[in-house]
């Protein structure tokens, strides 16, 4: 239901676009999460986007990535700038149906979810 891209192999300091499309449902009616899972810890959430485009950061992560959704493209973006070794992890996203003009984005009840993609943060 949710496809995803752009995850890969970067040094210390690059930058990745993470991407999430909806495959057989409007993102522009959801609220989106991303998550990531480091080897051998929890799934944490590290941002989200409101319907109406409200944004949330975890604090690891605030200041260096960048959420953003293309109504247009069914898609939502994860830019991910400054990147460091603990950023490694497999980054999964989200969704759930939110109301109209909903401003609130949350890391639970969502059960919309993609595959997953690796990011790798290495010298």
């Known amino acids: 239901q949710l496809a995803q891209s752009g995850g890969g192999l970067v040094q210390p300091g690059g930058s990745l676009r993470l991407s999430c499309v909806g495959s057989?449902?409007?993102?522009?009616?959801?609220?989106v999460s991303w998550f990531r899972q480091a080897p051998g810890k929890e799934r944490e959430g590290v941002s989200c986007?409101?319907?109406?485009?409200?944004?949330h950061y975890a604090d690891s992560v605030k200041g260096r990535f960048t959420i953003s959704r293309d109504n247009a493209e069914n898609t939502v973006f994860l830019q991910m700038n400054g990147l460091k070794p603990d950023d490694t992890g497999v980054y999964y996203c989200a969704a759930a149906r939110a109301t109209y003009q909903s401003t609130t984005c949350d890391y639970v009840d969502l059960p919309h979810w993609g595959k997953g993609t690796l990011v790798t943060v290495s010298s």
């Open positions: 057989v449902f409007g993102l522009d009616y959801y609220r």
């Open positions: 986007i409101s319907r109406s485009g409200d944004t």
